[in-house]
C-alpha cells in the first residue's frame, strides 16, 4: 500500500520500521519538528526523523496541518492510507478523508480505557493488570473511533513504562501489519459507552512521593513514573529519583528508612527500593547507589 506515516516518538520508530520491512510504499514520513535539547540547545531531529533520514525516506514537519498548502500536500501524495502512532498533532477533518481509506491510529491502551496522551503510565499507575494495542479507524474525536484489531499483553508487578512502552510498541508493529494485511476483511468495531477512561498528560507536579499511601499505590506510582519523569523523595536533603521499586515487609511510620535494603515503610506495608538516581548521575540499582550515599535506618523520608 502506499502509506503516509505520521509519528515523533521512539515507541513508533519499531512501526514505521516494520512498514518499510512489509514493503509498503512510505509515501512520506510526518513528525514533529527538531526541538531544542541538550546543554547546548541546539535543533534535535525527532526518534522518528532520524530513522526516516536512515531509511532515505521522505520527511515532513509542518507545525501544524491546518493551512490549505499544507493540507494540499498532503492529499497530493495520493495514499491509500495514513498510519498515525505517537504523532503529536491534531488531524483536522480534511487530512482524515484525504487517504482513500483513512487514517489508522495504533493506541497504547485497550480501548475505550485510557484515552488521551500518557496511556502506558496510567495503567501502570492505575494498577490495571492488562493492557495492549488498538487499530483504531480515525475520526474528529480523541481516540473515539471504531477498532479494527486488537492486541492484549498483562502488565506484570516488575514492569516499568519504559519495559511496557518496548513491549507495546513491538506488538502495535505487529498488530499493523496484519490489520494492512487483512484490512478489506476488518470489521470496526464501535468503542462501547461504558468503561471510558482519559489518561491525561502527566505533570512533574505528581511524580513526588507521598509515603503516607499503601505501598501498592506507591509501587504503581514509582513504575508509572519510570524512566520520565521520575518518581522522587527527598533524602536528608537530597532530591533523589526512584525508577524501581517492588512490595515488601515491614510496618512504622510512613517514610520511614526500615533496614539498609532500603526498605521504606508506607501508609500501609511497604516498599524496598531497586534503582535509584541522583541529580546530574546515571541511574543506579540500590547495592550500588548505597556505596556513595548512604540511607540509614530510621531515616525520615
Known amino acids: ?33 527538531p526541538r531544542p535539547a541538550g546543554r547546548g540547545k541546539k535543533d534535535r531531529p525527532s526518534p522518528v526523523q532520524a530513522r526516516a533520514s536512515e531509511l532515505g525516506l521522505m520527511v515532513r514537519h509542518p507545525v501544524s ?17 495514513a498510519v498515525v ?3 503529536g498533532l491534531i488531524l483536522p477533518q480534511v487530512i482524515l478523508a484525504a487517504p482513500v481509506h483513512g487514517c489508522l491510529n495504533i493506541h497504547a491502551s485497550l480501548l475505550p480505557r485510557w484515552r488521551g496522551a500518557a496511556p502506558i503510565h496510567r495503567a501502570i499507575m492505575a494498577g490495571d493488570t492488562e493492557t495492549g494495542v488498538c487499530i483504531m479507524q480515525m475520526e474528529a474525536g480523541l481516540d473515539t473511533g471504531p477498532v479494527l484489531l486488537r492486541r492484549e499483553t498483562p502488565i506484570f508487578s516488575d514492569d516499568t513504562t519504559a519495559i511496557l512502552h518496548d513491549r507495546l510498541a513491538e506488538l502495535g508493529a505487529e498488530a499493523i ?5 487483512q484490512l478489506d476483511a476488518l470489521v470496526p468495531e464501535p468503542q462501547p459507552a461504558e468503561g471510558v477512561s482519559y489518561a491525561a498528560k502527566i505533570d512533574k507536579a505528581e511524580a513526588r512521593i507521598d509515603w503516607a499511601q499503601p505501598a501498592r499505590i506507591v509501587d504503581q506510582r514509582i513504575r508509572g513514573l519510570s ?5 522522587w523523595t527527598e533524602i536528608d536533603g537530597h532530591r533523589i529519583k526512584v525508577l524501581m521499586s517492588r512490595i515488601a515487609t515491614g510496618d512504622g511510620a510512613a517514610g520511614t528508612v526500615l533496614d539498609d535494603k532500603p526498605t521504606i515503610a508506607c501508609g500501609k506495608g511497604a516498599v524496598e527500593l531497586l534503582r535509584l538516581q541522583r541529580g546530574g548521575k546515571g541511574a543506579q540499582d540500590a547495592e550500588t547507589f548505597l556505596r556513595g550515599f548512604a ?7
Open 65 to 81: 496541518l491546518r493551512s490549505d498548502e499544507e493540507q494540499a500536500a498532503f492529499a497530493n501524495l495520493g495514499a491509500d492510507i
Open 227 to 231: 524512566p520520565f519523569p521520575g518518581a
Open 85 to 87: 502512532v505517537a504523532y
Open 1 to 33: 500500500m502506499r502509506i503516509v506515516f505520521m509519528g515523533t516518538p521512539d515507541f513508533s520508530v519499531p512501526i514505521l520500521d516494520r512498514l518499510v520491512n512489509d514493503g509498503h510504499d512510505i509515501a512520506a514520513v510526518y513528525c514533529q519538528p
Open 295 to 301: 540511607i540509614t535506618p530510621g531515616t525520615q523520608l
Open 177 to 181: 501489519s496484519t490489520a494492512l494485511a
